[in-house]
């Protein structure tokens, strides 16, 4: 049997160039190895955009437009829009009991989120408590990995912490997942800062058109010590070469790019006209099967519903055994909708 994989994404935009890299990428390949489960997590996007519902609904098509054109295959990969598996829910009431306060303050991550969101001395306690939650969308399709970076870590290691305490207090129920670090580097931004991100506003989207990525391309940072073509020019940490290294699969074409660089003999223009042809080449296969899913719309509500299907026929099979271990399985309803018969 295959194992089983999972990830997920808060809805909350549209994705580009580096989550292309870092993750998407990843998926695609691991889709053929392994049963892969992905988390719209839109419960999770609210604990911080609460007051912007709107913004994370309307995200979650466009997240499905993203993983298609990104090569995402629905009949790989089971596409499971958080929100409407209640057995996540319960099941993040039952592993509250499994951790303490002090212990979910601690995770590095959420109290880095919430220095940076500035929640001061009203951090909601959903936003708190996210880390558990993770840990029910975990455990409910059983996954034994999951593909995550350095920043995930804490969420993994208190799945983990959850799941033996569980499996402790009422017997080997849970599967207890082992994360798989992905070796992929992060991605620069457009002005060379060290992580494209759509607050920056410093990104190349999946979704951007041929005319979006040579205006975006252009206006590129490069060697800021470089100031006419032929100075000698760095190629190592610029941004206009590690997007060469990325997207333009002519490696002659980029050694010889860098070659002249460094020996000041061509100029941004033609290192920048050569990387909007790359990532246009490389964007073009995503912008076609776009296009397809875009103009058949009913095809992404039937991925969402048969992925909803088959995530809460799968969660509830593990919400029965929890409850079962708990003794909270109990029988009274049955015998009601028996005698309703
Ligand atoms: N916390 C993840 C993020 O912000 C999203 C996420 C939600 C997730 N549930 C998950 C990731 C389960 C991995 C596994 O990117």
Known sequence: MKK?????????????????????ANRVKLQDEYDQYILIADVQALTDSYENPTKVADSVRDLVLDYIAAGIDPSKSTIV??????AIAELTIFYLNMVSLNRVLRNPTVKAEIEQKGFG??????????????????????ANL???????????EQTREIVRKFNGLYGQTLVE???????????????????????????IYLSDSVEEVDRKVKSMYTDPTRLKPTDLGHVEGNPV???????????????DLKNRYRHGQVGDVEVKQKLVAAVNNFLEPMRKRRAELEANPDKIDEILRNGIEKGRTVSNEVLMKVKKAMKIDYDFMEYKSKESR
Do not use: W
């Open 4 to 24: 089983r994989i999972l990830t997920g994404d808060r809805p909350s935009g549209k994705l580009h160039l580096g989550h292309f890299v870092g993750s998407l």
């Open 81 to 86: 829009l958080q929100s409407q598996v209640p």
């Open 121 to 142: 001395d009203s951090v909601p306690a959903g936003f708190a408590m996210y880390p558990v939650s993770q840990a029910a969308d975990i455990t409910a399709f059983e």
């Open 146 to 156: 999951v593909p995550v970076g350095e920043d995930q870590l804490p969420m993994i």
């Open 177 to 203: 997942p082992d994360s798989l670090i992905s070796e992929f580097p992060r991605l620069v931004g457009l002005d060379g800062k060290a992580k494209m991100s759509k607050s920056l506003g410093n990104c």
């Open 241 to 255: 070469f590690v997007y060469h290294d990325a997207f333009n699969p002519n490696r002659q074409e980029v050694e």
